[in-house]
C-alpha cells in the first residue's frame, strides 16, 4: 500500500467539487457547505487550473458537467464517500452503528439521496450508511440493513413493501430537441443516438422491449452509445449526446429541473416494481421500521401525485 506523498489537487477544492457537480449549481452548492457563491467558483477554478482540463460547461441559464467532470466526479464521490465512512465508522465505535441502506448507484443518487437529506431532517441525529454499487449486494454479511431492488416479483421477506411501479419513456436534453425538431414518432429516433444501458440485470427492461411494445419487433438503431452506468448514461443525455430510456421515477427530478425532457411517443409499464426489504426484524430496530415507513409513504406519495 502507498502512503504520500499524494499528487492531489488542494483538498479543499473536492467537496466543492462535489457539490457542484451533484447540484449542477454554484449557488445551491454554495447555500450547501455554507459559502458564498465567489468561494465556490474560485475553487472550481483552481480546480480545473490544477487538472488542466475543463469540469463544467457555464451557460447562460444551467451548468452542466463536462464528460471529463463527469468521470472526475465519479472518482471524486466514491473517495468522499469511503473517507466519510470510515470517519463515520470511527466516530461510532462503541455507539449504536449507522443504519445501512444498500441500493443500486442509479436508485441510490437519483431518489433515495434527496429523501434521506429530507428524513436527516426529520431525525438529524439518526447515522445513515448508504451503500451503492452495481454488483450483487453483500446482503448476508449483516452489515446492511434496508434493501431497495426492482423485482419482477415480489420479495419473499414478509416485511418487504412495495415502493412504486415503473414507466419507462423517451427522454433527451431540450437542447437536444431544439437542434433537431420535433421527435414524435418511433421512425424519427431512430434516425438519433440512442443511449444503451449494457446491464445485465434479468429483470432490467431496455430499449428492445420498449421498441417491441411500440410495435417495432426489429430494434436497429443507426447510431448508438453503450455505457454501464445508468447515472452516467442520464449525463449523457443532458449533455446532449442522444436519447435515453427514462425510467419515470428515476428520471423525474431531472425533469422538474429542466436538465430532461421526456419525448411525446409512448410510455411503456415495466412488469416489475422497487421494492424496499429489511434484512434484520424491524422490530429489533425501532430506527429500520420507522424510516422504511417514511420511505414507504415518499414512494406512495410520488405515485398518486401523478405516478402509475
Known sequence: MRYGPYP????????????????LSFTRAADELALTQGAISRQIRNLEERLG????ERGERKLKLTMAGQRYADVVVDALNSIAAATEDLREEGEEGPLTIGATSAMASLWLMPRINRYRARDPDLPIRVMATDFDLPEASGDIDLVISYSRNA???????????????????????????????????LNHTLLIHDDDHPDWTGWDVWFQHMGHARFKPKRAVRLNSYSMLLQAAVANQGIALGWQHLVDDLIAAGSLVKLDVGDFPTVGAFYLRPLKTIHADARTGKLMAWLAASGAKLTDNGGI
Open 8 to 23: 492531489l489537487p488542494p483538498l479543499k477544492t473536492l467537496p466543492a467539487f462535489e457539490a457542484a457537480a451533484r447540484l
Open 53 to 56: 482540463t475543463q469540469l463544467f
Open 155 to 189: 420479495p419473499p421477506e414478509q416485511e418487504a413493501c412495495m415502493l412504486f411501479e415503473e414507466a419507462i419513456f423517451p427522454v433527451c436534453s431540450p437542447d437536444f430537441l431544439a437542434v433537431h425538431g420535433n421527435i414524435d414518432s418511433v421512425e424519427k429516433m
